[in-house]
């Protein structure tokens, strides 16, 4: 299926005008219906993009926490060639938040923002040890509210 041709199915879908949120004329989307409507745009997405994954290296939900982390406002290229090193250094969420910050910042310097990035971080390991006993939350709710993960980072 051409990409013009899931355009097309998509704008055909039924509850896409009913449903737009519009600001300007304050309309919500309903929760259930909005995920009925993903649920029927998805799999034209998937048809059009098979195989469709992030440019991110990782080999776990924690490394891509990082990895999305430190994406911002740098390429997955220079994220990925920093990351290959970082990984084998810091290998758990513990290791994480154990580290001194200023090690964190000299260890991400060239993804540019690092201290916000290493703050992010440490802020963002200490809470998943906290509140979700080191293991990464796998739902948005949960995600977005870690600090320094927004829903650019969470969606990823």
Not at 132 to 146: I, N, Q, R, S, Y
Request: with cysteine; net charge positive; glycine share 4%.
């Amino acid at each position: 299926m051409s990409k013009k041709a899931v355009k097309t199915k998509i704008k055909a879908c039924p509850e896409r005008k009913k449903h737009a949120l519009s600001k300007s004329k304050g309309r919500r989307v309903d929760k259930a219906q909005a995920a009925e409507r993903v649920r029927k745009i998805y799999p034209i997405l998937e048809k059009v993009y098979p195989g469709a994954r992030t440019a991110l290296n990782f080999r776990n939900p924690l490394e891509l926490l990082i990895a999305t982390i430190l994406s911002a406002q740098c390429t997955d290229a220079r994220v990925n060639m920093i990351t290959k090193d970082l990984f084998r250094k810091y290998k758990s969420t513990a290791d994480w938040a154990r580290a001194d910050i200023r090690e964190i910042e000299s260890d991400i310097k060239s993804t540019g923002f690092y201290h916000n990035k290493a703050t992010s971080i440490k802020g963002v390991c200490a809470e998943v040890i906290e509140r979700f006993d080191g293991k990464v939350p796998d739902t948005m709710e949960k995600l977005v509210a870690l600090p320094g993960v927004g829903r650019k980072t969470a969606n990823v």
